[in-house]
């Protein structure tokens, strides 16, 4: 008898070791300890021995019992405090609670206002093209009546890639501005044409709150016969009105670009001071977006199309200075930081 006991707590204590979880121990619990256990059967059994040995293996069973209801205590307080530190552990899993909802992504306000941008212009008749990051620096200036020692090369500061020239001499960089495509899409297309270039130019700056060396543009090009500075206006005032709204002054200043002349720039009156100058329009109540012109006789030139013939409109608007004037946004980088808190708003 006494060895039958002891053959059950050894087992009792080795399978209690490898219990981990609530259910394990209890399913422990009817084994060692329940109505149907071993330890119930001797109990039972103690009945027809002789009543001194009985006696002695009763008080030892009863022993057994007390100990392994002492160990089922203490196996359940542990099992307890250890899932109060890791909430989430299988046996705390509660199956009636609400799945999780998958989050969802958004897209960035940059590329929001890019969209809106195209669904304005296609509107107005113009086709969505897209170009090369990676330029020929003929394309990204001398077609656009930069040559090699233009000052204006100057005022864009290049990235340049390391690498052997093209077969024509040609260099490699990364494009500045989107006006490269106009050359390109003249040399493919034929008059009438009407596009917007939307997508990234690089400069070689240094970054700060207004300044990054990576932005966005969108360029337009529109060339036809008898084009006119009223179409640029009309399509530029029209576009404001509808990105802006129509309370939004805007207005245009001559300004010189190499790749159109007649050159203006474009700004819209400022959204934080409704035109009485602030820190973020610098004072003067508007804020510029885009440069445009009639484009240049050498550059239809360039890309084939006789300027005899033919007239057309151009402009290049930065893209982040729209959502830093809608939002009233005073830092550029917040827009590539990737913080989360920040581009939840938009
Ligand atoms: N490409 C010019 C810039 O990046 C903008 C521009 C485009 C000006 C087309 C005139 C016509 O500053």
Same mark, same amino acid.
């Given at each position: 008898m006494k060895d039958q006991i002891n053959e059950l707590r050894k087992d009792a204590l080795n399978?209690?070791?490898?219990?981990?979880?609530?259910?394990?121990l209890d399913a422990w619990r009817v084994r060692y300890l329940g109505k149907k256990s071993c330890l119930q059967a001797v109990l039972k059994g103690l009945g027809s021995l002789p009543a001194d040995e009985r006696k002695i293996a009763g008080a030892e069973t009863n022993r057994l019992k007390n100990e392994l209801e002492c160990l089922l205590r203490e196996k359940q307080a542990a099992l307890e405090a250890a899932s109060a530190q890791s909430p989430g552990q299988q046996d705390s899993l509660d @199956?009636?609670?609400?799945?999780?909802?998958a989050s969802l992504g958004r897209l960035h306000p940059v590329t929001k206002v890019l969209h809106e941008m195209g669904v304005i212009f296609t509107s107005m008749g113009f086709e969505v093209v897209e170009g090369p990051e990676v330029e020929w620096d003929y394309y990204n200036f001398e077609a656009?009546? @930069?040559?090699?020692?233009?000052?204006a090369r100057d005022s864009m500061q290049t990235f340049w890639v390391?690498?052997?020239?093209?077969?024509?001499g040609w260099e490699m960089l990364l494009r500045t501005h989107t006006s490269p495509m106009q050359i390109r899409v003249m040399e493919k297309q034929t008059p009438p044409l009407r596009i917007i270039v939307p997508g990234r130019v690089f400069r070689y700056e240094a970054t700060d709150t207004t300044h990054i060396p990576m932005f966005h543009q969108i360029e337009g090009l529109a060339v036809d016969k008898g084009i006119t500075m009223a179409d640029l206006k009309g399509t530029l005032y029209e576009f404001s009105r509808r990105f802006f709204g129509p309370e939004r002054k =805007?207005?245009?200043? =001559?300004?010189?670009?190499?790749f159109v002349e007649p050159g203006v720039d474009m700004a819209v009156e400022c959204a934080v001071c409704k035109g009485d100058g602030c820190r973020l329009?610098?004072?003067?109540?508007w804020i510029e977006i885009l440069g445009a012109g009639m484009v240049h006789p050498r550059v239809l030139e360039a890309g084939g199309i006789d300027p005899e013939e033919y007239s057309g409109f151009a402009f290049g608007m930065g893209i982040e200075r729209v959502p830093l004037l809608r939002y009233g946004i005073d830092d550029i980088r917040l827009f590539y930081s990737s913080d989360l808190r920040f581009l939840r708003q938009f």
């Open positions: 399978s209690l070791a490898s219990v981990t979880s609530r259910l394990e @199956i009636t609670l609400p799945g999780r909802p656009l009546n @930069i040559p090699k020692e233009h000052p390391d690498m052997p020239t093209g077969e024509k =805007v207005r245009f200043r =001559v300004d010189f670009f190499p329009c610098g004072q003067s109540g």
